[in-house]
């Protein structure tokens, strides 16, 4: 069959011997997030239609509730999750705790706690900009049988045996690692199916995007304002190319296919970062190091921090690795 006539599903089949302990748990976990990307896609793309069928708070035609969209991932994502048993817990960025799954025989057998962020960068929904889904999964530590605890939550990124995102973006999108390399997916909402369209990612060595809210300047590290303006010297291949879209999985799926580095660093505003560790930062860490880039938080490897809260957050960059190895560069001279 040609690469690109392969759907997800027959991907997923076909690549099973590359999941960890390849039990088909994994590949259920797959289906599920596959199904609610697809709901959730069909919502956002109605959504700059809020004027003609209501807005939030408002109820639609059928009278029920119209909720904020991000509200509504979220549920969607933890329903579909639930109801087909194949997680033995669930955190989101947008709870407070995290969720226990028990079976409906009340038995806690499931081996994988699946973390997400269901609808990051909703702030640009208004305006019509791409949204993302951003999801990680992890094998529990504690016991099979046994309701789920923080632990199995509070895990290093380099124990994810899967990360992808979803881009509602001019397509739908989906691109996925289980640590044997990445791939991408587009969505043929006429079929209501996924096709294989980006085999096997990979992300230039060197780039000449850098992308990062520049209006928080005055506020970042003299690091990182040493790296923003190496970027805009007049020299050699520079100066580079600026694109910030506000939007994680879009920045950084630019950035992957193009060649480039992703930053959000700490600031006087927001002494730890803005992006949360569990749920943005080692997701995108994972993919974007299977795709051969470096992910960093100025100094060490974003997946070696072992976290100590479900909403921590960190500083990010995150992309070309000779363009991650220079910011380490000027984090180090200015400390
Ligand atoms: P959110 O989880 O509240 O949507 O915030 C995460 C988003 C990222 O997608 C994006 O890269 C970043 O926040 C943009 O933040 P800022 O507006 O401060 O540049
Ligand atoms: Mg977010």
Request: hydrophobic fraction near 35%; charged fraction near 20%; proline fraction near 4%.
């Amino acid at each position: 069959m040609q690469e690109n006539n392969k759907t997800l599903g027959e991907f997923i089949i076909e690549n099973q011997k590359d999941f960890p302990y390849s039990s088909g748990e994994l590949s259920r976990i797959f289906n599920s997030i596959k199904l609610a990307a697809k709901v959730v896609s069909h919502k956002v793309n109605k959504a700059g239609l809020v004027d003609i069928i209501g807005g939030v708070g408002e109820k639609n035609v059928q009278g029920e509730d119209q909720q904020k969209l991000d509200v509504y991932a979220n549920e969607i994502f933890i329903q579909t999750l639930i109801n087909r048993e194949i997680v033995c817990g669930i955190a989101s960025e947008e709870n407070d705790d995290f969720i226990t799954v028990e079976g409906s025989d009340k038995s806690h057998n499931n081996k994988y706690v699946l973390l997400m962020d269901p609808l990051d960068g909703s702030s640009n929904i208004d305006v019509n900009v791409s949204v993302g889904t951003i999801f990680s999964v992890y094998r529990r530590i504690t016991p099979i049988g046994t309701p789920v605890t923080l632990e199995d939550f509070l895990q290093p990124g380099i124990n994810q045996v899967a990360a992808g995102y979803v881009i509602y973006g001019t397509s739908t999108m989906l691109v996925y690692t289980t640590g044997c390399g990445v791939n991408g997916f587009t969505l043929n909402p006429a079929i209501g199916s996924f096709y294989l369209s980006h085999p096997k990612m990979t992300i230039p060595a060197d780039g000449s995007i850098y992308s990062v809210n520049e209006g928080n300047y005055v506020h970042f590290p003299q690091g990182v304002k040493d790296y923003i303006k190496y970027c805009q010297l007049e020299e050699e291949d520079r100066p580079y190319t600026s694109r910030y879209i506000g939007s994680l999985a879009s920045d950084i799926h630019r950035n992957i296919i193009k060649g480039g580095i992703y930053l959000y660093p700490t600031s006087s505003k927001a002494v730890k970062g803005k992006l949360r560790l569990l749920y943005e930062c080692n997701p995108m860490a994972f993919i974007v190091e299977q795709a051969g880039g470096k992910a960093s938080d100025g100094f060490d490897r974003v997946m070696e921090i072992v976290p100590t809260s479900l909403h921590e957050r960190s500083a990010f960059f995150c992309g070309s690795t000779n363009m991650v190895n220079k910011i380490e560069d000027c984090m180090l001279k200015a400390k």
